[in-house]
């Protein structure tokens, strides 16, 4: 079963930042957390990865409170094109197993 | 650009038949994982190897399927016999134990059981 859980669903219009977040209330000391992305017919793309803080890459950002209960994935400025599924996973780094993916969440990005 | 090939990419089968995937991780990587979505389970995760060694293969019916690594370049899924409950779309992904731990999918197989 999934550890994580998120919104089923969220519709957004371009130009719109959007921030999905996640709870992972029984999060490990050793886990880091995930995001992946899944376009229509394709595999699941990774995103970004975080401990705590924040984490920012050339396509989204991270925040993760101090006590690691919840993370947000920001995506500035949305476009039609980050229509998608979007898994937030938990796991532990450096020790390459187990991925357990929920059922993601369906942005759905509107012109 | 490096990437994790898979074959066939659809596939139409009579239950009862066997059926091979395949999968080529990208090359370095050694770890390879197998997955399999449908709509109503979403993505599971049926198996998956490091450095061509089986690590957990607890998500697979043991039954009728089976995985392999005949060697680093290539990673086999069979069914054998198929049945229409398998039709999902079935996915490779390979990974190496870097800093991300980033798995890399395929395009996978689309899996039809008539």
């Known amino acids: 079963l999934a550890k994580t859980t998120q919104p089923i669903s969220m519709d957004s219009y371009e130009g719109q930042e959007v921030n999905i977040t996640c709870s992972h209330n029984n999060i490990a000391t050793n886990d880091y957390i995930t995001w992946y992305q899944q376009f229509p017919s394709q595999g699941p793309r990774f995103i970004i990865q975080g401990y705590k803080t924040k984490v920012t890459n050339e396509v989204a950002s991270l925040f993760i409170p101090a006590d690691r209960k919840s993370s947000t994935l920001s995506l500035p400025r949305v476009s039609l094109s980050d229509t998608a599924v979007y898994y937030c996973l938990e796991g532990l780094r450096g020790n390459t197993g187990k991925l357990i993916f929920g059922q993601g969440t369906t942005l759905q990005v509107k012109p | 650009d490096a990437r994790v090939t898979q074959t066939p990419r659809h596939k139409v089968t009579e239950m009862g038949q066997e059926v091979t995937m395949r999968c080529q991780p990208i090359?370095?990587?050694?770890?390879v994982f197998w997955y399999r979505q449908t709509m109503m389970q979403g993505l599971e995760l049926l198996a998956y190897f490091r450095n061509r060694a089986p690590l957990d293969d607890s998500g697979m019916p043991k039954d009728r399927f089976s995985a392999e690594m005949p060697d680093a370049t290539l990673a086999t899924l069979k069914i054998q016999p198929s049945e229409p409950r398998d039709s999902a779309v079935y996915f490779c992904?390979?990974?190496?134990?870097?800093?991300?731990?980033?798995?890399?999918f395929g395009p996978g197989t689309r899996l039809t059981v008539l």
């Open positions: 992904a390979s990974g190496t134990q870097t800093p991300t731990d980033t798995q890399y």
């Open positions: 090359l370095g990587h050694n770890t």
